[in-house]
């Protein structure tokens, strides 16, 4: 039985070339598509593929064609309007180039879309970022197992059989058990011919050529492939390291977070999970929502459940505490959190939230990012925001910055985790 394995890198109809190509020669276009992609879906079904569309007018190129030549002289039937030498007027509607046509008339040609791949869609929506570089990955002694070359065995399925491995071993053996007779088979054949030169007896020169012979024959039966020469490549399954972090989102419900606000910081976290997903191999999500007090919810009551009441941001920061030292507390967790709020704390909730930030969440988190969603017309700093930049002045795991609107989201996550240059 014969087993074909098709191992080309391309599926069928397509070409990885091309595709590169493609995307290296367009990718403002698809990098602007790319951005709008994040408002329409959930966090965690962002990290997928979608379609891009890239217009028609730009991707129409230029060719070349043969022209009629010489001088032309025509003359059209039925021609009541112009005479010989009249300019004809270019015609309205605005329309240019190859292809050009007025609304609803004539043909038209629809966008291209492309569809990205979803390792495409990130690598195009994180190209020029990247963890700070004091927050190195930790690796984790995980359960995951991988599987390891670990030598040969002679025993295995014919799938991990190693043909190169075979070949070398059929050959030292062939080698081995054929070296002495070869020997043997030369010095016989020395001595048939010192006796045919000496003029030896017959029945000695029958005696030497049977011995000739039976070498030969020998060396004829020693098969070019026998069983002992299989080698099948052996695998063991050995501990894989892997790195995994956790992700908090907390943010404040209160009545002064409406829903824009909430849209905001919808799309910060969804950045940030899809971020971290490029990093680690496993990610956790965590959802705090807190008025005067902190509840941990799921995604859909996190983003959509209403909910009244005053603002307490020390509620959450305490709540994420109890988290992290109930569920992660071992050294291969990495912990990132991001906070969103409009900066309305009163009292001293925003100097006690500060202190505890401070001493018991950064110590634990690798990177702290606060976003702060003021209103349309403020202008003042709030009382969160002037508390929290003394942390900024001395930690560097945290940072914090304003998002009033939601082309300023991505440009400001870039602007967190843009890449150090090295000097």
């Known amino acids: 039985m014969n087993y074909l394995i098709d191992r080309r890198l391309n599926g069928r109809n397509r070409s990885a070339v091309n595709r590169e190509r493609f995307i290296r020669r367009y990718k403002d276009h698809i990098r602007r598509a790319v951005k709008d992609m994040v408002a329409e879906?959930?966090?965690?079904?962002?990290?997928q593929g979608g379609d891009v569309k890239v217009p028609a007018r730009d991707i129409s190129e230029p060719g070349f064609r043969y022209g009629a030549g010489g001088d032309w002289e025509i003359v059209s039937p039925g021609n009541k309007q112009f005479v010989r030498g009249d300019k004809i007027?270019?015609?309205?509607?605005?329309a240019s180039g190859s292809g050009g046509r007025e609304a609803g008339s004539g043909q038209s040609m629809d966008d291209f879309v492309f569809s990205l791949s979803r390792d495409e869609f990130l690598n195009i929506f994180f190209e020029d970022l990247e963890l700070p570089n004091l927050m190195r990955t930790a690796m984790a002694e995980a359960e995951d197992k991988k599987l390891v070359r670990a030598g040969y065995v002679k025993d295995g399925t014919p799938?991990?059989?190693?043909?190169?491995?075979?070949?070398?071993?059929?050959?030292?053996r062939r080698v081995a058990l054929g070296g002495p007779l070869r020997e043997e088979l030369e010095q016989a054949c020395a001595e048939l011919e010192e006796a045919t030169r000496a003029g030896h007896s017959p029945a000695r020169l029958a005696l030497l050529e049977g011995r000739v012979d039976d070498l030969k024959a020998r060396l004829t039966r020693l098969p070019f492939l026998d069983d002992v020469d299989l080698r099948y490549r052996y695998r063991v399954a050995v501990p894989a390291p892997v790195a995994r972090a956790v992700m908090f989102c907390l943010m404040d419900v209160s009545a002064s977070m409406d829903e824009r606000k909430k849209d905001l910081a919808k799309r910060f976290f969804t950045l940030l999970y899809l971020f971290l997903t490029r990093k680690y191999e496993r990610v956790e999500l965590v959802f705090i929502r807190h008025t005067d007090e902190a509840q941990e919810v799921d995604e859909d009551t996190f983003f959509y459940d209403t909910q009244s009441g005053g603002t307490v941001v020390y509620s959450a920061l305490e709540l994420m505490q109890q988290i992290c030292v109930a569920r992660y507390a071992s050294s291969d967790w990495n912990v990132y959190a991001a906070q969103a709020s409009d900066g309305d704390a009163f009292g001293a909730d925003p100097a006690k939230s500060s202190r505890f930030l401070r001493e018991q969440l950064l110590p634990l988190a690798r990177y702290f990012a606060y976003i702060e969603v003021p209103d349309e017309n403020q202008t003042g700093a709030s009382s969160l925001w002037a508390e929290y930049g003394e942390i900024q002045s001395h930690s560097r795991n945290f940072a914090m910055t304003r998002v009033a609107r939601p082309q300023d989201i991505y440009p400001v996550f870039c602007d967190l985790f843009r890449k150090e240059k090295v000097a």
């Open 89 to 94: 007027p270019r015609p309205d509607g605005g």
């Open 159 to 172: 799938c991990n059989l190693s043909v190169p491995k075979t070949m070398k071993t059929a050959l030292a």
């Open 41 to 47: 879906r959930s966090i965690k079904e962002m990290v």
